[in-house]
T-cell receptor
Framework: NAGVTQTPKFRILKIGQSMTLQCTQDMNHNYMYWYRQDPGMGLKLIYY???????DKGEVPNGYNVSRSTTEDFPLRLELAAPSQTSVYFCASSPTGVGTGELFFGEGSRLTVL | QKEVEQNSGPLSVPEGAIASLNCTYSDRGSQSFFWYRQYSGKSPELIMFIYSNGDKEDGRFTAQLNKASQYVSLLIRDSQPSDSATYLCAVIKAGNMLTFGGGTRLMVKP
């Protein structure tokens, strides 16, 4: 079982470049989330989706965009990368939403912006 | 004031001892409380949840919740070196958003 798959695992960007972090899940979960985790910090919610075609902002959405055209895919777009976006990004999915805390995380994507 | 606060640690305990991890939260409207374990370089995994005041036990883990004091804790009995990880406290407040603390790094020494 693949679960939640994130690509790429590592990426170095120059300031001002753009890129897309891919996230795919094969569990038919409606709920999907993007979090970022800075060193020594907890996770902060960037964007989330409760189903195909529906997305909403989390705590720290500035500088990011998402789309959810299918149940499986939830890509995160970084426009005009800045050093402040250096972080580890986790995609997660859930069958029920965060109410049960049951989140299935991908392995993470480590992004460095120089 | 941070919404969910944890001592960053590291908390060092000898093998076989009880590890006590603490978390406070600021929103009195918070309803659900979770503990995640995160090994270095890995993604978080849910280990405990608690919704009501009191204690909840699951194997070597006990979660304790005191809503009046806005305090939730995790006790790990008979700590093992394999328990060495960062433990993240997370809270659902009004609005159905999961908010994480910064985590406490636990080191269990053989």
């Amino acid at each position: 079982n693949a679960g939640v798959t994130q690509t790429p695992k590592f990426r170095i960007l120059k300031i001002g470049q753009s890129m897309t972090l891919q996230c795919t899940q094969d569990m038919n979960h409606n709920y999907m989330y993007w979090y970022r985790q800075d060193p020594g910090m907890g996770l902060k919610l960037i964007y989330y989706s409760v189903g195909a075609g529906i997305t909403d902002k989390g705590e720290v959405p500035n500088g990011y965009n998402v789309s959810r055209s299918t149940t499986e895919d939830f890509p995160l777009r970084l426009e005009l990368a800045a050093p402040s976006q250096t972080s580890v990004y986790f995609c997660a999915s859930s069958p029920t939403g965060v109410g049960t805390g049951e989140l299935f995380f991908g392995e993470g994507s480590r992004l460095t912006v120089l | 004031q941070k919404e969910v606060e944890q001592n960053s640690g590291p908390l060092s305990v000898p093998e076989g001892a009880i590890a006590s991890l603490n978390c406070t939260y600021s929103d009195r409207g918070s309803q659900s409380f979770f503990w995640y374990r995160q090994y270095s370089g890995k993604s978080p995994e849910l280990i405990m949840f608690i919704y009501s005041n009191g204690d909840k036990e699951d194997g070597r883990f006990t979660a304790q919740l005191n809503k009046a004091s806005q305090y939730v804790s995790l006790l790990i009995r008979d700590s093992q070196p394999s328990d060495s990880a960062t433990y993240l406290c997370a809270v659902i407040k009004a609005g159905n958003m999961l908010t994480f603390g910064g985590g406490t790094r636990l080191m269990v020494k053989p």
